[in-house]
């Protein structure tokens, strides 16, 4: 994508309320037109101050927020023509859904019949015609939700900013409102900006996501590469499930390393977050490319092992494991090939592939 | 819908009437364990509420002193028409009466009684029922008219008419301004005793202003204690609003006379500084009672608003801003209606109760600063006229009775939760 694809540019901003820490660290990020893009941190991360920020209800200690190329640092929340979703929702409970959708249209001071034409249509596209008279708390959260997604997008804005919408609804609810979301986001072609602690939702909505941690960002990338290829050992274990396994760095060969365990033993990764031999290391491996038992694979990284403990999750099993000196190593099998075979107290031996295998930023 | 029917049919009606007395027995239960919960709150509020309303009610139109002390003149009085002075029959009558009175020591209670009706009326009637057991025999008339002239005169046997009990509107009219003549028609009262309408409107006058800036200081007040992100400062500012209620209301009454009179802090300060030159009367005129009842009243206003005001997330003012409203406009139509109904609530209990004060304007107000509630301290304590004191407290309760209903009508039904 070229740099005139983008919409939002955070150029070094940086934010503290106290005037001692920061809660947003020299941020940069590039937000593009169009991308439906993901922030995504544990509490306390900054990513809501980054949102709150970017829709102008904070002011940047430092640093410039641009939009298409122009500074948004003395532009008020309301000129600024972006729709927010917040996480309470906070539709007007004293208005009704159509007066709450129509809000934004009325203060643009649009005629009356082009509001109830365009509310109209906007509650036709949340699946909520007929419900223009209710009131708020008339409505189920799913319901409320879609209130407030019509109503931050009833203005066609040029941004739709969402924080931690979904937090409030049950897991049900909470998967087919993402697909939803998502399905929305195709069809508008709207630029999404979404915050999230999430790591599942952020996986599937996005084009693209940041990761978030203390004021910083740790990674971008698409779902698959954060997923994939983890920058560091906090997006690594953040993001899904994950095997730390803890060492020193023995040997480099171009982009590979070995890697001596704290057990002793060698492990053979991609290099990623080390940079000289002697550096310690924690190597990462997701638990579903270990591979119990490998039948004629050539895995560099093989290891003997028993089994400590089988969790049954129906579509698979997890297999707790005493490997290279640890007792919580986590192997992923398909529920069908392990069947009863395997059990506690088997020997088993472990094998995964080298660029499965990342060494990371010591834990 | 079907599948319930052939339930029934097949349970059988018997099993569901079972259900239901079961049902019935429970919400019974749950009902006697509501009223067991309520009852001492009833009680009481019977005892120290109702109980003294209907007393004050039935007060207010409650005469039964003549008919007691003077029972043959009432009966004589009853039937006579007060077109022309009454025959011998009840100046003997009367005769008979007071002298019975003066020996009962009653006298003085019906002078009082009558000198309701016309002043200087309980002198006569004292004067006469002293002298009443000399008069033995007719002519009665004659006799009284030497005694004072004025039993020759017809207003005061209109007066002991009026007066014949056992009820009256006299109070009740005479609250309002009016008054009924002898030939029972309604009409203006002298102007000597129109005093009512204008401590009535006085009353609501200054209890509107008391509210209007009430509202003026507490609104933002309670949008700050509510909205601001400074614990400490939303802390010190409930701290304070609350001050007035930890003290009591003639202390802080009284501690504005030494705050606000010509040589108290307030003046002596601006003179020193030379703000001016002159003490600003500050105090024992309507500024004085302005500032004393905003300050009492303040609290009845700001608390029920920050209560509402606190349930109000930052989230609609943000959202109402991003969907492009400006300030003002967002909190016009967004922030302002969902603090009506603290607003009304607050605004209600100020009204109601500023409109029955009475230590602070009279202390910190001047002798046109006076409102109903001085009138019926007056009546029940300097006069003891326990009849106008209830009449007139009956007005007080009238105009609070009508000030709900139209706020009502102001605000929308459910408006006001609170009262």
Known sequence: ?363 | MIVRADTVAATGEHSGRSLEAKLRAAQRRRKLKAVALVAPLFLFIIVVFVFPILSILYHSVDDPKLPLILPRTAEVVAQWDGGALPDEAAYEALVNDLRDAYEAKTAAVIGMRLNYEISGFRSMVMRTARRAKRIEEPPYQASLIGLDERWGEIEYWRAIKASSGPFTTRNLLAAVDLERRWDGSVGRAPPERTIYITYLTRTFWISLWVLVYCIAIGYPMAYLIATTTSQRLSRILLVLVLIPFWTSLLVRTAAWVVLLRSEGIINDFLVNVGMISEPLSLIFNRIGVYIAMVHILLPFLVLPLYAVMRNIPDSHMRAAGSLGARPVSAFLSVYLPQTLPGLAAGSLLVLILALGFYITPALVGGASDQMLGYLIAEFATRSGNWGMSSAVGVLLLLGVAVLYPVYRALLGRGAIRLV
């Open chain 1, 1 to 363: 994508m070229s740099s005139t694809d983008v919409i939002v540019r955070f150029n070094a901003v940086e934010k503290t309320y106290d005037g001692r820490v920061n809660v947003v660290e020299r941020l940069n990020l590039d937000i593009y037109q169009g991308e439906f893009l993901t922030i995504l941190g544990p509490s306390g991360s900054g990513k809501t101050t980054t949102l709150m920020m970017l829709a102008g209800f904070e002011e940047p200690t430092s640093g410039d927020i641009q939009m298409s190329g122009q500074s948004l640092r003395n532009v008020p929340p309301f000129r600024r023509n972006m729709g927010v979703v917040f996480q309470n929702y906070a539709l007007f409970p004293h208005k009704t859904v159509f007066q709450n959708v129509a809000f934004p249209l009325v203060q643009r001071k649009i005629s009356k019949p082009a509001i109830a034409e365009q509310v109209g249509e906007a509650l036709r596209m949340v699946e909520l015609q007929g419900y223009g008279d209710r009131r708020p708390n008339q409505l189920s959260g799913g319901q409320q939700q879609r209130v407030a997604l019509a109503r931050a997008l009833v203005f066609e804005p040029n941004l739709l900013l969402m924080d931690e919408p979904l937090g409030a609804l049950d897991k049900k609810l909470r998967e087919q409102m993402q697909i939803e979301i998502k399905h929305l986001h195709e069809a508008l072609g709207t630029t999404v900006v979404y915050v999230t602690h999430d790591q599942a939702e952020a996986l599937t909505m996005s084009d693209r996501v940041a990761v978030m941690d203390e004021g910083c960002i740790q990674q971008t990338g698409t779902p698959q590469e954060i997923y994939e290829r983890p920058g560091s050992s906090f997006v690594a274990n953040f993001i899904g499930e994950n095997n730390n396994l803890d060492g020193t760095v023995e040997r480099i060969d171009g982009d590979d390393c070995e890697v001596r365990l704290v057990s002793g033993d060698i492990v053979v990764a991609r290099r990623v977050g080390v940079s000289q031999v002697g550096d310690r290391t924690t190597v990462s491996v997701r638990p579903e490319q270990l591979e119990i038992n490998p039948n004629g694979e050539a895995h560099p990284n093989r290891f003997q092992g028993e089994v400590v403990e089988v969790i049954y999750f129906g579509d698979h099993n997890s297999l707790r494991l005493a490997v290279a000196g640890r007792d919580d190593i986590i192997a992923k099998v398909s529920a069908i090939d392990s069947g009863d075979k395997i059990s506690p107290g088997d020997s088993v031996e472990v094998g995964w592939a080298l660029h499965h295998c990342r060494a990371l930023d010591p834990l």
